[in-house]
């Protein structure tokens, strides 16, 4: 006698015309009503989620952002780290902050408490801005300036980490972010590594 085989020519016994037992229905009821939640989330989150950045993007030439840069250190410089400027701008003021493979430039010195607008851009590819110790994080798109209005909570010694990989030396791409308190001075613990 001939046992029955089952290859892809030969469809097995099907039971699709029988009813949906009851707790498919209610799964499949499930699903679908938190597809919709999700999909009504999207166009609600835009308006009303909190991971919306802060301030303006705009479209800018990467040659034009670094000239900028460049302007602005020119203007703040008040020292150096190893070659790398360290910019004290005035509060309130618009600062300039260049990602490009492997530094971030300038070393930017803040006063805790006050406002800044900080443009964010990259010069080559994306880079990712990471604050560290504390968890602030950035995409650095070259093309695109973006404004975010900052107000450091804290003084410290921070360090910039790049957390989008971006090349051979992504590991060594830190920077550096200085935030004073209102004396002008750095705290005795600092947050540096
Ligand atoms: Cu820049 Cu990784």
């Not at 051979?168 to 550096?176: A, Y």
Request: with cysteine; net charge neutral; hydrophobic share 40%.
């Amino acid at each position: 006698m001939l046992t029955e085989t089952h290859t892809g020519l030969q469809s097995p016994k099907g039971n699709w015309w029988k009813p949906a037992h009851k707790s498919e229905r209610v799964w499949v009821g499930i699903a679908f009503g938190w597809c919709m939640v999700l999909f009504a989330m999207m166009p609600l989150w835009q308006v009303k989620g909190g991971q919306n950045p802060s301030g303006i993007r705009r479209k800018v030439d990467p040659a034009a952002f670094y000239a900028r840069t460049q302007e602005f250190i020119a203007q703040y410089r008040i020292g150096d780290d190893r070659g790398m400027p360290i910019v004290a701008p005035p509060p309130g003021s618009d600062i300039y902050l260049t990602a490009m493979s492997f530094q971030w430039t300038p070393i930017l010195q803040l006063e805790q408490g006050k406002e800044y607008i900080l443009h964010l851009s990259s010069l080559d590819v994306n880079h990712g801005f990471s604050l560290y110790p504390i968890n602030v994080n950035f995409q650095v798109v070259p093309g695109y300036d973006y404004g975010l209005r900052v107000t450091p909570t804290a003084a410290g010694d921070f360090r910039i980490i790049c957390n989008e990989f971006c090349g051979i030396g992504h590991h060594t791409m830190v920077g550096r972010v200085i935030v004073v308190d209102s004396t002008g001075n750095l705290p005795a613990q600092s947050g540096g590594i």
